[in-house]
């Protein structure tokens, strides 16, 4: 069975600090890999997505990046926080782009 | 002007009662519609998928597709109390790996 696991499970970083959350995919090969974004009582926005080691693609520009440097591995970070950065992100794959999207438990950041 | 609009923002229905949640598209490059659920504090878990014209059904849930309208309606039949969440349209637009989801619809089931 496929897992999903982010990390930190939440975090509270002052503004204009830097910010490194990860993705792991466990149990499938070559998934498609998504980060969304989604602030207190906001839309869930589409960030970033990969669909091969190496390779992002930016949705939404938001100050942020990621890489995608193993497989099962995808990374969102930042150099410098903003409060607006506050808010749940999410991680997520699929088989393909239009099958089912399966998400992890997110990533609670707090920007202060 | 955001591509998926949901509707109603919010929604009580009665345990046993039927909860209808629309959606519609503003552009016309929508192919994919999908719905999620999401509990609150939790992340979202896919119901159902849908990109032909016409009805899907899955248990209690089933779900329609205009394409002509750009418009998809999911319906809960049986509502209970455990069904109470945001639900979450989205729908891919443009055959070019980017998903549009829309603000979601509170649903609430009374016991």
């Known amino acids: 069975a496929q897992t999903i696991h982010q990390w930190p499970v939440a975090e509270i970083k002052a503004v204009g600090s830097p910010l490194s959350l990860g993705c792991t995919i466990k149990?499938?090969?070559?998934?498609?890999l998504y980060w969304y974004w989604q602030a207190t009582g906001g839309t869930l926005q589409q960030l970033f997505y990969s669909i091969t080691v190496g390779q992002v693609e930016s949705v939404v520009q938001l100050n942020l990046s990621a890489s995608r440097p193993k497989d099962d591995q995808f990374i969102l970070s930042t150099e410098k926080l903003l409060l607006s950065h506050s808010g749940f992100y999410l991680c997520a794959w699929s088989t393909d782009f239009y099958a089912e999207q399966f998400f992890g438990p997110g990533t609670r950041l707090t920007v202060l | 002007q955001q591509k998926v609009q949901q509707s109603p923002e919010s929604l009580i229905v009665p345990e046993g009662g039927m909860a209808s949640l629309n959606c519609t598209s503003s552009?016309?490059?929508?192919?994919y519609f999908w719905w999620y659920r999401q509990h609150s504090g939790k992340s979202p878990k896919m119901l159902m998928s849908i990109f032909s014209n016409g009805e899907k059904e899955e248990g209690r849930f089933t779900v329609h597709l205009n394409k002509a309208s750009l418009h998809t309606s999911l319906h809960i039949r049986d509502s209970q109390p455990s069904d109470s969440a945001l639900y979450l349209c989205?729908?891919?637009?443009?055959?070019?790996?980017?998903?549009?989801f829309g603000d979601g619809t509170q649903l609430v089931v009374k016991p």
């Open positions: 552009d016309r490059n929508v192919d």
């Open positions: 989205a729908a891919s637009i443009g055959n070019n790996n980017r998903i549009f």
């Open positions: 149990g499938k090969s070559s998934p498609n």
